[in-house]
């Protein structure tokens, strides 16, 4: 069996019309992905970095593919309230894979740009040119297959010494009456000492159905720009994600990027970061809280290409019921890269007797004058300070609770914004006290109930 | 001192350390027996003739060559070996047999050189009270204390001694922890191992002495496939070390053995090893490919198996000493130092698979990498569903001595229940300068203090050494790296 397979012949019958539904530059890249694809196969569980995750089932499915751009008609602004208290963001919808930007929200926030691919290939043809797929490696099988049937994406680019005054809020959502897969794309490019924050979230507007989201990002940090990038999965267990991003970082830039899962089905988070400059500074979190049967896979790799730059990792994981975990990271410091120092952790809490944790930290060094490490551990919740609760009062599940909610703090806390920070601890509280889908407000109901 | 004047001081340093000479690179010229070079089905049956080995061994060895037939070389590891023209290399070479009539005495020559390589071959070095097996090329020449600890029903002899005196329990645990399908070496092995020791611990027997294995490869073009089974029967004990030198030549010889220890109840094994196989010259010109497969059963509930290894020599280094920790309240070792100059290329470690409940297992993981060469460290935790309550700890720490070198860590952690804990560590860097500084401040020059740190970062894996090879251990250490950086 090969799952691509359908996908090819799927591009082959319908090539003319994928083509005529998309903006030309989207074109140039689909042979040369089919060229890969052709010899390619999906990853199987138990190929090397795929230690649990079994990507040619999750193709393997029959879903639907919205070639002919077919629009939906909801307006998800309407049903969906995804805002953080005390936070003003210019917010954007993409509805499977079609973007709208909501009434509140102008296409241009001072000189920043968010546009679809669609808009962007007329208004900035030079950017497009210089950077869609030039970080996306082909090699990788779900990359290429996003770049053979991507049809539109969205363009955010903050031109040299821009700061925007907003962070961009991007929710994205699924909502069609049959199972459907979608390749959403996003380009991202901030200018020379330019900054900005990016939220992004993913929901499912209609449980029953299966969703397929393989979505491939790119990020181009200039020198000394500052990117933070919030990456938040609660959608349903029937969701499944496979999401690439791309960092290519210069000299002096800081890039931040969060990646929480609190509900999903399956997801694989791919992080590929080349560090091209010095003084730059990466820093990956990953959160997942997972139950039922989520599987949660991250793979991380740093490439620091440049001397005196600094990463810094720490991934955690809650697993309870029959949840899978899997993490593996890698850091590579190349040779005559002196001076670099590069953190890597991975922390994970197994809850029942049959949640399962896999991970693999791996560090590859080629040169001497470095400060690198790893760490990893998966075990339980403390029974001394379980005890220490229970002999003031707090009942065990109240105890367990709290402490897994410190347990996952410090990723929480490497957030950069402050009204974010309280709006997810207070996610996370109720993620685990099981609430989530209780308040009221919008369809996803994630809203707290009196803010 | 000038900022520039350290890295040209640290080249010189790591130069003259990679010029330090092996001393045991010496060829014997001791007649041998070598069958021709090439392998087919003939020659694995001429090998088990040679031996006068009974068929159902035979049938072992003719199985395993068929099932190597339908393998290929693996290539996951960090290491770079070359494609082997496997019909280059002789697979038996013995020190050639004295005729009837002369006297039954060791060769003088093969004597002298176990002397030269400091291994007490005679009685009367009494003194270091360490039972030796000495295997030449592939075939053992001499086991020494075997009356004595006879007495006591502990069996130490070689592989083909115990084909033929214990046929029954060479075949019960033969192949039972490193089946012939496991990898594509231990197929080769298993198809044309020739020699090697065989321990039996009775119940009940602490070993009185730690026994001993020295390797060495000394003919040209052969290669060494050595087996080595050690079983402990309930509540026994065994320390057991080995060595490993061979002579400087500008091929390239490979070493692909197999050691296979058993471990019932309440029993413990401590098997150290000092590698020194030959590692090439300073530009990587020759040495031995050292492509082992070793690996522990502990079947008994409380057994215990502790591994210790220092890696100082050949050019390729491919081993993962492992535990299988089947018994409940099982326990599982790994102490290594691993260290590597000039062009040598080391990848190694350990798996650590719990499937006894609250079974316990300690990594510890020590690379030195200088010159140009490559350490990783490749590891796997595994706590399998029903392996309630298993706690493991791992280290790996790795210290660059030069900018050319490279340090990897590749662990592979899986846990399936909710009641273990595992931990893992790893950290890389070079010798921290303050600490070198420190010790230039009270009078150290930098080379001793070098020698210092690197000592005390490898401490704990020494201190796990039996007595006899610790001081060994740390000669090695200090040839090699004899103010490696500055």
């Not at chain 2, 092996?22 to 087919?40: A, N, Q, R, S, W």
């Not at chain 2, 690996?295 to 509930?301: S, V």
Request: aromatic share 8%; charged share 25%; with cysteine.
């Amino acid at each position: 069996m090969n799952a691509l397979k359908q996908y090819i012949d799927l591009y082959d019958e319908c090539r003319t019309l994928i083509e005529q539904q998309s903006p030309a530059l989207l074109n140039t890249l689909r042979e040369h992905a089919r060229e890969k694809l052709e010899t390619a196969r999906l990853p199987r569980k138990g190929c090397e970095d795929y230690e649990a995750t079994d990507l040619e089932a999750v193709f393997a499915h029959d879903y639907g593919v919205n070639i002919n751009r077919l629009p939906f008609d909801a307006d998800p602004g309407e049903t969906f309230h995804c805002d953080v208290p005390n936070m003003s963001t210019c917010l954007y919808y993409s509805s499977n894979d079609a973007f709208h930007s909501s009434a509140t929200a102008e296409r241009n926030i001072g000189q920043v740009v968010v546009e679809p691919f669609s808009m962007a290939a007329v208004d900035h043809p030079e950017l497009m040119n210089a950077h869609y797929g030039r970080l996306a490696s082909l090699d990788n099988p779900t990359t290429a297959l996003n770049s053979l049937l991507v049809q539109d994406g969205l363009l955010i680019y903050v031109p040299d010494g821009v700061a925007a005054e907003r962070p961009i809020q991007l929710v994205n959502i699924f909502n069609a009456a049959l199972d459907m897969m979608v390749q959403r794309r996003l380009l991202i490019v901030v200018g020379k000492n330019a900054s900005v924050k990016i939220l992004a979230c993913d929901h499912t507007q209609s449980p029953d159905y299966n969703y397929l989201n393989n979505q491939v990002i790119e990020i181009v940090a200039m020198q000394g720009s500052t990117i933070d990038f919030y990456d938040m999965e609660e959608s349903t267990p029937k969701t499944h994600r496979v999401s690439s991003i791309y960092v290519d970082q210069h000299e002096g830039s800081n890039v931040l990027i969060d990646g929480i899962t609190l509900v999903n089905g399956f997801t694989r988070n791919n992080y590929h970061v080349e560090v091209n400059g010095e003084h730059a500074e990466t820093q990956l979190l990953g959160m997942t809280i997972a139950s039922g049967e989520q599987h949660v896979d991250s793979h991380t790799f740093i490439s620091h290409n440049a001397p005196r730059c600094h990463s810094n990792e720490m991934f955690k994981y809650v697993l309870n019921d029959n949840a899978v975990g899997a993490f593996a990271g890698k850091i590579l410091v190349k040779s005559n890269c002196p001076r670099v120092e590069a953190y890597q952790g991975n922390r994970n809490l197994c809850g029942s007797p049959t949640a399962k944790m896999y991970t693999k930290p791996q560090l590859e060094i080629y040169t001497d004058d470095v400060m690198c490490s790893h760490g990893s551990a998966v075990g339980q919740l403390d029974e001394d300070a379980l005890f220490y609760m229970r002999t003031r009062g707090i009942g065990i599940d109240e105890a367990r609770r709290l402490l897994m909610q410190a347990f996952v703090a410090d990723v929480i806390d490497g957030v950069r914004l402050d009204a974010l920070k309280d709006r997810l601890h207070y996610l996370v509280e109720k993620r685990f006290a099981g609430t989530l889908s209780n308040c009221a407000g919008c369809m996803q109901a994630c809203r707290p109930n009196n803010k | 001192m000038k900022e520039n004047e350290k890295p040209e001081k640290g080249n010189q340093i790591i130069e003259e350390a990679a010029q330090a000479e092996y001393k045991y690179g010496f060829v014997t010229d001791i007649e041998t027996e070598v069958i021709p070079k090439g392998l087919d089905e003939d020659v694995v049956r001429r090998i088990s003739a040679l031996k006068g080995e009974p068929e159902w061994l035979l049938e072992f060895r003719l199985k395993a060559y068929r099932h190597w037939l339908t393998l290929k070389q693996p290539t996951w590891g960090h290491v770079h070996v070359p494609e082997i023209d496997y019909q280059d290399i002789s697979y038996y070479a013995a020190p050639r047999k004295k005729k009837d009539g002369e006297k039954k005495e060791i060769d003088p020559e093969l004597k002298k050189t176990f002397d030269k390589l400091g291994i007490p071959l005679e009685e009367q070095l009494r003194l270091s009270g360490m039972a030796v097996d000495a295997v030449m090329d592939s075939v053992s020449v001499k086991t020494t204390y075997r009356e004595r600890l006879a007495e006591l029903g502990v069996i130490f002899c070689s592989m083909s001694e115990a084909v033929k005196d214990y046929p029954d329990l060479v075949r019960k645990y033969l192949g039972k922890v490193v089946p012939y399908t496991d990898n594509f070496y231990a197929a080769l092995n298993s198809a044309v191992f020739s020699d090697g020791s065989f321990v039996y611990i009775p119940k009940g027997v602490r070993c009185p002495m730690e026994l001993s294995t020295y390797f060495r490869i000394n003919a040209a073009q052969t290669g060494q496939f050595e087996r080595t089974l050690i079983v402990a029967d309930d509540d026994a004990y065994v320390s057991y070390l080995e060595g490993c030198t061979a002579p400087m030549r500008d091929e390239n010889q490979l070493h692909a053995a197999i050691v296979e220890i058993i471990v019932e109840d309440r029993a413990e094994v401590k098997y150290s090893t000092v590698q020194n196989w030959y590692p090439g010259d300073k530009d990587g010109k020759g040495g031995i490919y050292n492509l082992v497969t070793k690996r522990g059963l502990c079947r008994g509930d409380h057994s215990k198996l502790s591994w210790t290894q220092v890696e100082t020599g050949s050019a390729i280094t491919w081993k993962y000493p492992s535990c299988v920790l089947k018994g409940d309240y099982s326990t599982g070792e790994f102490y290594s130092v691993a260290l590597t100059n000039n062009w040598q290329e080391a990848d190694t470690g350990t798996k650590m698979i719990h499937l006894g409940k609250h079974s316990t297992s300690t990594i510890v993981s020590k690379g030195i990498s200088a010159g140009h060469s490559q350490n990783s460290y490749r590891g796997m935790v595994k706590i399998a569903p029903k392996a309630t309550g298993c706690r493991n700890f791992t280290q790996c720490d790795s210290l660059l001595l030069s900018d050319t070198s490279g340090a990897h860590t590749f662990p592979v952690i899986e846990v399936g229940n909710d009641t273990s804990v595992v931990e893992h560590e790893a950290t890389t860097s070079k010798i921290n300068e303050d600490q070198i500084f420190y010790c230039n401040q009270r009078g150290i020059p930098t080379e001793d203090a070098v020698g210092l740190i690197v000592n005390g970062y490898a401490k704990e894996v020494m201190a796990k050494l039996p007595m006899e090879f610790a001081v060994e251990a740390q000669k090695l250490l200090s040839v090699s790296l004899e103010g490696s950086v500055g």
